[in-house]
């Protein structure tokens, strides 16, 4: 049977800000909820929505923070952690740019930062299980993503041990999320060593196929890379546990394509859009995911070079509402059934 995807909500990640009503919890969630909006996907690096240490730690705590949500009519969809959960491996070319996702006491010692990192993960596991959540989203983190494009060759093995260790990195992470009984929901990204399905099946095959390792869906990821967005669906269907509904489009030119030129969004071949904007045939993917029985949430990632993101919430609202399928309970042509059974069937096929 399939299922009706729950939503609209919203990632509140790209409105967080210091002036009402982006600046807290109980203000943003007013707002999405006057937009239409039924869930929020929470940014756990934003101290203003949430403590996810205390919500680790305090069962109280945690349904204070789910009641100012449901105050609102709006459910928590997912805690994210993509800051986070990038810090977990990091290659050292990005250690000064990654530094900024941390607190400034573990700045300039990467060890210490990346203890910082899966203590935050683990604490992102048992924040949910709090919360009564079944999904988590973040990123892998990256170890080989300065090797994507081999020149100079890549020394046999390299690619290999990078993924080795993730696995190992992520391990006691994933298990943490079983006994918590949440899904860790990765967003299959440029930037991260889990950036196409591939990459992805290495890094599965490494942590022996782990229930809780599943996917984070975003097309719009996938359009720029010029992969398939639909087939990638049904092949991961079992996997897919999260869903960005977010935009994009891609204009080559005789001057650029998927690797951008150096230039700002904008200017370049592929860019992120407000959902209706870009080329993503969110009409198809949705119903691949009704058919599927996707149980989860459409959440709006709103990230445009072009639109104010205001005006990409609003729309985000209605289109999403407008894309869901509500899934019919009998089949089209119930109507025409012969209401005939077993000895009837054997009948028609000559068998008795």
Not at 214 to 224: A, I, R, T
């Amino acid at each position: 049977m399939a299922t009706t995807i729950k939503g609209p909500a919203i990632f509140l990640a790209q409105f967080a800000g210091d002036k009402a009503p982006f600046d807290n919890l109980d203000n943003i969630c007013r707002w999405a909820a006057s937009l239409g909006y039924k869930g929020v996907q929470i940014p756990t690096w934003v101290s203003s929505f949430i403590d996810l240490e205390k919500a680790a730690n305090s069962k109280t705590y945690a349904d204070e923070i789910k009641g100012i949500v449901n105050s609102h009519g709006l459910e928590i969809t997912e805690l994210s952690t993509h800051l986070q959960g990038q810090l977990v491996a990091v290659h050292p070319a990005y250690d000064t740019a990654f530094d900024g996702f941390a607190p400034a006491s573990v700045h300039g010692n990467p060890k210490a930062r990346q203890e910082w990192a899966v203590q935050t993960m683990l604490n992102a596991a048992k924040a949910s299980q709090n919360l009564g959540l079944k999904a988590h989203a973040t990123f892998s983190g990256a170890l080989a993503w300065p090797y994507l494009y081999p020149w100079p060759q890549r020394p046999a093995g390299l690619v290999e041990e990078a993924f080795d260790e993730l696995a190992r990195r992520w391990t006691p992470i994933l298990n943490a999320f079983d006994e918590a009984g949440v899904d860790v929901c990765y967003e299959i990204h440029p930037g991260e060593d889990l950036h196409d399905g591939v990459s992805y099946e290495m890094f599965l095959d490494r942590v022996k196929n782990h229930p809780r390792a599943n996917l984070l869906y975003d097309p719009s990821h996938f359009v720029l890379q010029q992969l398939d967005y639909l087939d990638y669906i049904d092949i991961y269907k079992d996997r897919i546990k999260a869903f960005h509904v977010k935009d994009a489009e891609f204009n080559p030119t005789g001057r650029q394509g998927v690797y951008g030129g150096f230039q700002s969004w904008v200017d370049r071949a592929g860019r992120f859009r407000s959902i209706g904007d870009g080329q993503v045939d969110f009409p198809a993917i949705f119903a691949k995911m009704a058919a599927n029985d996707f149980q989860g949430w459409a959440v709006l990632e709103w990230e445009c070079a072009l639109k104010h993101p205001e005006d990409g919430a609003r729309e985000g609202a209605e289109l999403i509402q407008s894309y869901i399928i509500r899934v019919t309970e009998h089949a089209f042509d119930d109507f025409a059934s012969g209401g005939t059974d077993k000895a009837a069937n054997r009948k028609m096929l000559g068998l008795s």
